[in-house]
Nanobody, 125 residues
Framework: EVQLVESGGALVQAGGSLRLSCRASGFIFDNYAIGWFRQAPGKAREEVSCISDSDGSTEYKDSVKGRFTISRDNAKNTVYLQMNSLKPEDTAVYRC??????????????????WGQGTQVTVSS
């Protein structure tokens, strides 16, 4: 079956960097889109970035543009989220999700098919 496993979350000081990984298994790393989401306690879940298959198109939430970079390594079946210049407001549980049988990023969270368990990112001030 399809599985997504996130890793890389940690406690980091404001201004620091982390790289999150989303390793996928159970499907061929083709015809898919993978999104990164985050949710802080008491806050709504929000999509921070997405990468799609054919042309590697990427999308970013406005608040992370210029600080976060999403990338993929198809040979390793892994998508990364490089996070620089971290701020306390970036603190959240970060999860990755995949939509299969697509080459475009979904327009709705509901379109994703499988989700990872999440990794905690905590940015201290």
């Amino acid at each position: 079956e399809v599985q997504l496993v996130e890793s890389g979350g940690a406690l980091v000081q404001a201004g620091g960097s982390l790289r999150l990984s989303c390793r996928a298994s159970g499907f061929i790393f083709d015809n898919y889109a993978i999104g990164w989401f985050r949710q802080a306690p008491g806050k709504a879940r929000e999509e921070v970035s997405c990468i799609s298959d054919s042309d590697g198109s990427t999308e970013y939430k406005d608040s992370v543009k210029g600080r976060f970079t999403i990338s993929r390594d198809n040979a390793k079946n892994t998508v990364y989220l490089q996070m620089n210049s971290l701020k306390p407001e970036d603190t959240a549980v970060y999860r990755c999700a995949v939509e299969l049988w697509t080459k475009e990023c979904p327009t709705s969270e509901n379109e994703y098919d499988y989700w990872g368990q999440g990794t905690q990112v905590t940015v201290s001030s």
